[in-house]
């Protein structure tokens, strides 16, 4: 699940993710959802905004992969 993040990409193709609101840089955490499973995040270091949510970090390559397709070079 991706929500509210956004993408800018250098000339060398170098994708960074980052906070559509605020325009920080993501960061990557773990939470649990319960005791039992693990969940992958990308969270915005200064709104808190979790900008994605991934049960594998399987799951997040591919989707984050996907998203990286779309984004624009930054001009």
Known sequence: MIDGLMGVKSKNETVVFGCGDCGII???AYGAQNK???A???ICPRCAKILGEWTSTTARDTELREFAKTVKLRT
Request: net charge negative; aromatic share 12%.
């Open 40 to 42: 992958y995040l990308l």
């Open 26 to 28: 993501a960061e990557q």
């Open 36 to 38: 039992d499973q693990l």
